[in-house]
Each structure stands twice: as structure tokens, then as C-alpha cells.
T-cell receptor, first 113, second 112 residues
């Protein structure tokens, strides 16, 4: 158990709909990361939080994407007006304290029809 | 920015044979280096990490990796492949910026 859970595991939506994913790390995880992974590729960094502060966002994160971590615990990633190109696995990773190891959830697989 | 190159997107080995997965990194500062394994429709599981202690790092499931600064490499090895090792393997690098950079992955197939 990595201590990071993601919900839902799978999401199927129609183009143009909004979707929201959730990541729940255990309390010791102070840094939380979101990645997008497409088939045959490694995870691509989207954004990360130090506690509740969003410290960095990738240029991949268009204005249709928004992430929050309101209380420094769970985080949500919302995609508005989904496009077929958003179809991917969305991974959440978290690190504990000063430890440089990232622990991952099982991911949310998004399919946009 | 850091980057990671994994040579060989697909590697096939016979069961019981040596596994060698290659990873080269670019880093202007001493990095943290990681190998992760991913099974279908799963998240990434940490195999091992290098954080400036011993250059030969032992991980789970019999895997190990050697940090070679002169070659900027961190290749993953296992003496004897098992069928259960079939998966996607990712090399990653991190530095003091707290960002992680992943390679494009190597798919390992184990032939019975």
C-alpha cells in the first residue's frame, strides 16, 4: 500500500463534458503531484503542491485544467470541456517530508468519446 | 531541466536470463535517481532509489542498479528473469527542485 488512493479508477465521458478526479494521500505526504500518462509514454508532469500551495504548473496544463488542494490533504484535478486528446491515465504521486521518494496511486484512466 | 533517456523501448529476455534495462540522465547537480515498475492499469511502484549513498543500489524483487557518474548512467539489472517481471519499467530523476522527470519507459517481455 503506497498510501495514495485515487478515485475513480476509470472515467468515460463525452467530449465537452467536465470531469473531476480526486487524489487522497495519507497525512504525512506534504508534496503532491499530478501527471498525465499516455500509452507507451512515461508520466508527464502537470503540477505539484507543497501542502496547500500550488508551486508549479507545466505548460501542458492548459486553462481547461485546474487543480486544487484546499486543506493540504486531498487534491482534485478538473478538466473542463474535455477533448479526445485528454484521454490518458492521470496519476497522482506524493512524497513524505524531506524524503525524495514519490509514491503513486493506481491512477484514473480517462476515456473521452 | 533534467532529462532521462531509456535506450530500448522494448526488451525481451528468456526466463532465467539476465535483465539489463538502460537509463542515462542529464543533470547539472547530483541527482536522485529511481526505477519504477508499472503493471497494466496500475500506478507506479518503486523498485529502488539512488540518493548519493552507495553507488550500487539493491531494490525489491532481486533488482539492482549502479550509479555511474562518469557515464551519467543508472542501468537496472536482475541476474535471472522471472515471468512475473514482465512489465513496464521507468527510470526517473529528481533534484533539489522537487520535480521528477521520467523516461519514456521500457517494456520487458519474459519468454518462457
Amino acid at each position: 500500500d503506497t498510501g495514495v488512493s485515487q478515485d475513480p479508477r476509470h472515467k468515460i465521458t463525452k467530449r465537452g463534458q467536465n470531469v473531476t478526479f480526486r487524489c487522497d494521500p495519507i497525512s504525512e505526504h506534504n508534496r503532491l503531484y499530478w501527471y498525465r500518462q499516455t500509452l507507451g509514454q512515461g508520466p508527464e508532469f502537470l503540477t505539484y503542491f507543497q501542502n496547500e500551495a500550488q508551486l508549479e504548473k507545466s505548460r501542458l496544463l492548459s486553462d481547461r485544467f485546474s487543480a486544487e488542494r484546499p486543506k493540504g490533504s486531498f487534491s482534485t484535478l478538473e478538466i473542463q470541456r474535455t477533448e479526445q486528446g485528454d484521454s490518458a491515465m492521470y496519476l497522482c504521486g506524493a512524497t513524505r517530508g524531506l524524503e525524495a521518494i514519490q509514491y503513486f496511486g493506481a491512477g484514473t484512466r480517462l476515456s473521452v468519446l | 531541466a533534467q532529462s532521462v533517456t531509456q535506450l530500448g523501448s522494448h526488451v525481451s529476455v528468456s526466463e532465467g536470463a539476465l535483465v539489463l534495462l538502460r537509463c542515462n540522465y542529464s543533470s547539472s547537480v547530483p541527482p536522485y535517481l529511481f526505477w519504477y515498475v508499472q503493471y497494466p492499469n496500475q500506478g507506479l511502484q518503486l523498485l529502488l532509489k539512488y540518493t548519493s549513498a552507495a553507488t550500487l543500489v539493491k531494490g525489491i524483487n532481486g533488482f539492482e542498479a549502479e550509479f555511474k557518474k562518469s557515464e551519467t548512467s543508472f542501468h537496472l539489472t536482475k541476474p535471472s528473469a522471472h515471468m512475473s517481471d514482465a512489465a513496464e519499467y521507468f527510470c526517473a530523476v529528481s533534484d533539489t527542485s522537487n520535480q521528477f522527470y521520467f523516461g519514456t519507459g521500457t517494456s520487458l517481455t519474459v519468454i518462457p
